[in-house]
């Protein structure tokens, strides 16, 4: 993503229709495969692991207990078609940046190409298929499914 190759000026940032933050310190969270979805579906976006929202909605980092763990928990999973769909990450779109004194894991989710959307999770399109709206992340409703299906060629 575009402008976010340094966490210098995290507090500026807000989560939006392209910045998800997760805190993360208990591991990965079960909500980062939704964004994951959602980002992939719509229109790409960076899921920043080790970072929390403040009331104001500024960002800020937090501490991870282990960013590298994280890494290697996270590129298991993504690459496990029983698990999620496809992967449409490279090695260079998870990045271990610096914010302050702390590590933050920066997931870099492009647009999936429509031969690969829907990109759901599990083995139900109908059911494991997110879009990003706003801040947050939607179950994609059947119709939106079975037209990312068709325009890859699969009914």
């Given at each position: 993503?575009?402008?976010?190759?340094?966490?210098?000026?995290?507090?500026?940032?807000?989560?939006?229709n392209?910045?998800?933050?997760?805190?993360?310190?208990?591991?990965?969270?079960?909500?980062?495969?939704?964004?994951?979805?959602?980002?992939a579906?719509?229109?790409?976006?960076?899921?920043?692991?080790?970072v929390?929202?403040?009331?104001?909605g500024?960002?800020?980092?937090?501490?991870?207990?282990?960013?590298?763990?994280?890494?290697?928990?996270?590129?298991?999973?993504?690459?496990?078609?029983?698990?999620?769909?496809?992967?449409?990450?490279?090695?260079?779109?998870?990045?271990?940046?610096?914010?302050?004194?702390?590590?933050?894991?920066?997931?870099?989710?492009?647009?999936?190409?429509?031969?690969?959307?829907?990109?759901?999770?599990?083995?139900?399109?109908?059911?494991?298929?997110?879009?990003?709206?706003?801040?947050?992340?939607?179950?994609?409703?059947?119709?939106?499914?079975?037209?990312?299906?068709?325009?890859?060629?699969?009914?």
């Amino acid at each position: 993503m575009e402008g976010l190759d340094d966490l210098e000026f995290l507090s500026e940032y807000r989560e939006d229709n392209r910045i998800e933050a997760k805190r993360a310190q208990g591991g990965l969270p079960h909500s980062l495969w939704e964004t994951y979805s959602a980002f992939a579906n719509t229109l790409g976006g960076v899921i920043l692991l080790g970072v929390a929202e403040a009331k104001d909605g500024s960002l800020y980092s937090v501490p991870l207990l282990d960013p590298e763990e994280l890494v290697e928990e996270f590129w298991s999973i993504v690459q496990d078609p029983k698990l999620v769909s496809a992967n449409v990450l490279r090695t260079e779109d998870v990045r271990l940046m610096r914010s302050g004194r702390n590590t933050v894991v920066a997931i870099f989710v492009p647009r999936a190409d429509f031969r690969q959307r829907p990109v759901y999770l599990g083995s139900d399109p109908y059911r494991g298929t997110y879009y990003r709206c706003g801040e947050g992340d939607r179950r994609s409703p059947r119709h939106e499914v079975e037209a990312m299906l068709q325009d890859r060629g699969i009914d």
